[in-house]
């Protein structure tokens, strides 16, 4: 399990976020002057250098939102200059695309960060600009929402780009998208002029993820530990019953792949801190709360002892490492991988989880979030050759289909980096940085007034 440090305050890593944020201003410039953009989106490094994957296009917000954040963290105007410029010039096919699940990552970390930036003064107003990114949002959370599944005895899920019958715990975090154009005062409106409610909309998708993606150590079958967490589970969608659970990018549908855990982490923690302040969405804190505390302690517990996590919990190499649960990861081991994305994720779902409970409930979530920060701050993980375009290293992107890089002398991927570790990596050190300087709490729905 993690060994937490209790005593870690955020003000503690303020001269390692300064060396972070320097980093991290290389690696935004060399990809903007190098890489490629006719081959598609960044997706992860082969041999420290970006390149695309083809699966759905659901990382150029985080490429993007990476300039802005830098520029929120650093007030170098260049960065709000590559964000912005590419936002308008490139993201405009995401809000109407219809085929994915990642409305939440791709468009609030662009329009949904530049729009913050305004409302926090940080850019100075603009009518027109303040509209246009509105109505993106607006739209973005509309398509979003009409991809959906209902499922037996009401409710339903947002589904995956695998088809409407998966539900992948990922998409918790595109929930985002909704209850700000929810806020924003849109609906999606369906046949015969039916006005749905984005906010209900996206409470159903978090309660069927919290019902069915994650085990509470209730009984539901013997594979039942509180806080395991599946990757995709599959309806019938002749009748909207649950089928079984599976697995995408994890090992199975039995074990725990960390960084969908990790999103569940994050995801439930981050909406618990906008619905807290919904009036109507009182009924729904508890189970939402519920999810949130059972994923964030099987990580602390599933977890080796700097909050590096391998690749899934059930990942069969492990077995060959010994007590690998009582020491660091070893990112350069012969036989599993570890993902310091998850860990960079998961964080930041401690941070916040700690941070909305308070005091002596929360206090070990946000040490452990701190805790796995550190790490992340320095080698192995932060990447400090200038000749590689990634800043975190050693993720994982798809184990089992063998698309990470394996160097030549080595017999599992490491090594290299990918965009949602990058945005994900400078999006905590955001939040935590703001922790430091008194700066307005770094939070999805700032963007909306």
């Known amino acids: 399990m993690i060994n937490i440090n209790g005593s870690l305050q955020p003000q503690h890593l303020a001269a390692r976020l300064q060396q972070f944020w320097q980093l991290s201003a290389q690696k935004i410039l060399h990809i903007e002057k190098h890489y490629n953009t006719t081959q598609g989106a960044p997706v992860f490094t082969r041999q420290g250098l970006y390149t695309t994957r083809g699966w759905t296009e659901w990382t150029q917000g985080f490429q993007y939102g990476s300039a802005i954040l830098q520029y929120d963290a650093t007030d170098d105007d260049q960065f709000l200059d590559i964000g912005r410029h590419n936002t308008v010039q490139s993201m405009a096919p995401h809000l109407s695309h219809t085929g994915v699940h990642d409305h939440g990552f791709n468009n609030v970390s662009t329009y949904g960060n530049l729009l913050r930036l305004i409302r926090e003064e940080r850019i100075p107003p603009n009518e027109w600009e303040i509209s246009f990114y509105e109505l993106a949002l607006k739209v973005s959370g509309a398509v979003q929402a009409a991809r959906f599944t209902p499922v037996a005895g009401g409710g339903g899920y947002i589904y995956s780009f695998n088809g409407p019958h998966s539900l992948f715990v990922d998409t918790i975090r595109s929930c985002r998208i909704l209850m700000v154009s929810h806020q924003l005062g849109h609906v999606l409106q369906g046949e015969n002029d039916v006005r749905i409610s984005l906010l209900e909309r996206a409470l159903q998708h978090m309660k069927t993820t919290a019902t069915y993606n994650i085990w509470y150590g209730e009984g ?230």
């Open 220 to 449: 539901r079958d013997i594979y039942d530990e509180k806080g395991r967490t599946a990757h995709e589970c599959i309806f019938n969608t002749n009748d909207g019953n649950f089928r079984a659970p599976n697995a995408q990018q994890g090992f199975s549908g039995f074990t725990t792949w960390t960084r969908g855990l990790a999103w569940a982490m994050l995801g439930f923690a981050e909406e618990l801190e906008f619905l807290v302040n919904i009036p109507s969405a009182k009924p729904h804190l508890p189970w939402i709360e519920k999810a949130a505390r059972a994923t964030c302690d099987f990580y602390i517990q599933h977890t080796p002892s700097d909050g590096v996590p391998y690749w899934d919990t059930g990942a069969p190499g492990l077995a060959r490492m010994g007590d690998y649960l009582s020491k660091p990861a070893d990112p350069f081991n012969p036989y599993e991988p570890v993902d310091s994305s998850a860990a960079a994720i998961a964080a930041q779902g401690l941070v916040r989880l700690g941070k909305y409970l308070g005091g002596e409930d929360g206090k070990q979530y946000f040490q452990a979030g701190l805790t796995i920060l550190e790490t992340l701050l320095q080698e192995p993980y932060l990447s400090t050759d200038a000749s590689h375009q990634g800043l975190l290293l050693h993720t994982i992107y798809h184990r089992p289909n063998g698309w990470d890089y394996t160097p030549k002398e080595g017999r599992a991927p490491y090594g290299e980096s990918c965009m949602w570790g990058d945005y994900h990596i400078r999006e905590l050190a955001l939040t935590v940085q703001r922790l430091i300087t008194g700066e307005p709490y770094y939070a999805f729905f700032n963007c909306v007034a």
